[in-house]
Structure formats: C-alpha cells, structure tokens
T-cell receptor
C-alpha cells in the first residue's frame, strides 16, 4: 500500500524557475527518501532525511521534513531541462519484522527551455 | 561498477508461458527487491530478500516466485504468465532495510 502521496501529480515550469514537490504520509516514519526517474530508466536515489532532521541540502536540491504535519517537500532551484523526470517520495516504516519502504505515485516534472 | 543489472531488457510472452527475470548486483548488498511499475499505480513490491537463501512476500506476490541462491543474484519467475502481468519490472538492492535502494533499468514485459 502506498503511504506517501506526492502533490502535484504533474508540474510544468521553465528553465531557471524553482520546482517544489510535496509528499504527505500517514504514519510515523524512520526516514523519508526522494528518488528521480528519467524516462525509460530505473529510480535514482536523491536524498534521505531522517525523522529527527528538518532540512537537508544536496547541490540544487533542498528537502524539508515536518513530522508534525507528516509532510515533506523537495525543492529544485534554478531548474534545467535535464531535471525533467518523475520524482518519488518513499517513506520507511519500522516494525517488529523490520523495515518497509513505500513509494508514492510520483510527480512528473517538465522543464522547458 | 555496474550496480544493478537486469536481464532481459524486453520480452514478449504468450499467455501461459513461463520465464525468469534475472537481477545481479555487485555492491555486496544484503537486501534485494523486485517491484512492478504500472501507469498510475507507482511502484509495488512483489517479493524481497534480506539475505542469501531468504525470500519474503511483498504487496503483490501472487503469480510470482523468487529465489536467492547467491547473494549477488535475485531471480523472479513467472510460472504461467497472464496479461495482467504486463508491466515494467524493477530490481533494487540496498545495504539494509532503511537505506537507499539502487535500481536496475527495468525489464519491459508484455504478455499477449
């Protein structure tokens, strides 16, 4: 079952603009991960943010986590055409039997020159 | 490093045929996973393994079997293919259950 849900489903912006994607989830998490998927390729891990962290940066990417609202956001600054891809959040839940990672359905980002 | 390699990349089957998808990883990861990705459904976990010789069911295991005889390989089998199994199949691996997963580029499977 999908625990994380991304919003919006699709986003179209111009090069140079910022892109913000949101992820909401339902239960307490161990960590939350963001992935990118280019057309016809597998998912590529971008950033992992732990439940006790509020913000992480990696290059032009900024991820925030608000555990009180059960939500996360991925910000891509100064977007480029090469950022065109689908972006997925994945929540990691911990139980007695181990960890479970659940992917959302993704946000499709189109960056036009 | 090749990372995660899936073979074949494409395959067309007839209903009732069987086949095996192969996944190989060279990162010495303990955990391996098989997902299917369908339009509008996101990624759904079929089976996974937490180490050599172990397998466990995921969200949608029916119609599939898996084996992990060697740490670096994870095989997904379809014993009697059905049109509902038309999908893109992804294999992934990770060092532990809460760490990032590394994905292969998928196998596109069509069942007629």
């Amino acid at each position: 079952s999908q625990q994380g849900e991304e919003d919006p489903q699709a986003l179209s912006i111009q090069e140079g603009e910022n892109a913000t994607m949101n992820c909401s989830y339902k239960t307490s998490i161990n960590n939350l991960q963001w992935y990118r998927q280019n057309s016809g390729r597998g998912l590529v891990h971008l950033i992992l943010i732990r439940s006790n962290e509020r913000e992480k940066h990696s290059g032009r990417l900024r991820v925030t986590l608000d555990t009180s609202k059960k939500s996360s956001s991925l910000l891509i600054t100064a977007s480029r055409a090469a950022d065109t891809a689908s972006y997925f959040c994945a929540t990691v839940l911990q139980s007695n039997s181990g960890y479970a990672l659940n992917f959302g359905k993704g946000t499709s980002l189109l960056v036009t020159p | 490093n090749a990372g995660v390699t899936q073979t074949p990349k494409f395959r067309v089957l007839k209903t009732g045929q069987s086949m095996t998808l192969l996944c190989a990883q060279d990162m010495n990861h303990e955990y391996m996973y098989w997902y299917r990705q369908d339009p509008g459904m996101g990624l759904r976990l079929i089976h996974y393994s937490v180490g050599e010789g172990t397998t466990a069911k995921g969200e949608v295991p029916d119609g599939y079997n898996v084996s992990r005889l060697k740490k670096q390989n994870f095989l997904l089998g379809l014993e009697s293919a059905a049109p509902s199994q038309t999908s893109v199949y992804f294999c992934a691996s990770s060092s532990s259950g809460n760490q990032p997963q590394h994905f292969g580029d998928g196998t596109r499977l069509s069942i007629l």
